[in-house]
Structure formats: structure tokens, C-alpha cells
């Protein structure tokens, strides 16, 4: 069983920068991918980006490519999804997701078996 928590979210303003933190328990992190997901209101929830189990792989969404960069560190047990050059769009409850049963559809929610309680994100103009 893994435990997920987000941190860093809040208010923002257009082209602001934000860093998302997401801690896990247990001492099996490094074997897990680890994903992030995002659901604005009204909306479905939808894949942000994702990282290998080794932090050597990455995929993003194309509507974040290039502004946002998730990483890892295993040592702290921690996922990172830090966002640049934030836009109205961009408005959501985040979530971090864990351990992909599929990292060939890391965007389908139903590979990945773990989330967090979400961490909202609102960037006003």
C-alpha cells in the first residue's frame, strides 16, 4: 500500500511559476512510475505528465510540453512537477498518481493504481 500527499499548490498569477511536491510512504518509491493527472472544474480528469521508475523516462501532455517538467527524487520519496509559464488553462484540483500497471498508456487513469487527495492549482489573469 502507498500513500500519496500533495503539496505546493495555491493562487498564481498568468506566466507565474509553480513548483507541485507529491510524498509517498513505503520503501518501494524507486520501483513505482509516478504520474500526475489534473481535473479542472466540469471537466474529466486528464494525464499531465508521467516518469519512469528510474527518472529516465518522461511523458508529458501536449498541452504542458515545454512549460512543465516532472522529476523525481527517490532518496526523499518524492515526485515534482514543477510548472512554468502558467496560463488560465491551467486552473485544476493536480493529483499524483503511482505505480503504472501500463507505461505504454500512461495517459489512461485506470493503469495507475495509487492517488493522492489532490492539490488544487489556480492561475488568475
Known amino acids: 500500500q502507498v500513500q500519496l500527499a500533495e503539496s505546493g499548490g495555491g493562487v498564481v498569477q498568468v506566466g507565474d511559476s509553480l513548483r507541485l511536491s507529491c510524498a509517498a510512504s513505503?520503501?518501494?518509491?524507486?520501483?513505482?512510475?509516478m504520474g500526475w493527472f489534473r481535473q479542472a472544474a466540469g471537466m474529466e480528469r486528464e494525464f499531465v505528465a508521467g516518469i519512469r521508475w528510474s527518472g529516465g523516462n518522461t511523458k508529458y501532455a501536449d498541452s504542458v510540453n515545454g512549460r512543465f517538467t516532472i522529476s523525481r527524487d527517490n532518496a526523499k520519496n518524492t515526485v515534482y512537477l514543477q510548472m512554468n509559464s502558467l496560463k488560465p488553462e491551467d486552473t485544476a484540483i493536480y493529483y499524483c498518481a503511482a505505480d503504472s500497471t501500463n507505461w505504454r498508456r500512461p495517459v489512461d487513469g485506470s493503469v495507475w493504481v495509487y492517488w493522492g487527495q489532490g492539490a488544487q492549482v489556480a492561475v488568475s489573469s
Open positions: 513505503g520503501r518501494t518509491f524507486g520501483t513505482y512510475d
